[in-house]
């Protein structure tokens, strides 16, 4: 079993930056892939970006070169820092952890970019 608990939301300006936390909590935490992934109103819940333990990243056309995602195995924290945020950014934002057929998600962190 996983547990997967986001801070870090909230309303930041046009241009602003956002560091989004995931805290992990379960056993063979190691082996997962880790994730971000967003979901805005009427909109599917899309992949931001992905790291798996080793360190591999994958992350979605619309936002390389503005987020980064980075993991701390020995905290179990999954973290990621969005800069140059847009409006069309805005969306609940869900920490994601799968290993095969398992899968977990967090209970989601609103962020919401608006003048």
């Known amino acids: 079993q996983v547990q997967l608990v986001e801070s870090g939301g909230g309303l930041v300006q046009p241009g602003g930056s956002l560091r989004l936390s995931c805290a992990a909590s379960?056993?063979?935490?190691?082996?997962?892939?880790t994730g971000w992934y967003c979901q805005a109103p009427g909109k599917q819940r899309e992949l931001v970006a992905s790291?798996?333990?080793?360190?591999?990243?994958n992350n979605a056309d619309s936002v390389k070169g503005r987020f980064t995602i980075s993991r701390d195995n020995a905290k179990k924290m999954v973290y990621l820092q969005m800069n140059s945020l847009k409006p069309e950014d805005t969306a609940v934002y869900y920490c994601?952890?799968?290993?095969?057929?398992?899968?977990?998600w967090g209970q989601g962190t609103q962020v919401t970019v608006s003048s």
């Open positions: 994601n952890a799968h290993l095969s057929s398992l899968t977990y």
């Open positions: 790291i798996t333990s080793g360190g591999m990243r």
């Open positions: 379960g056993s063979m935490l190691n082996f997962y892939v």
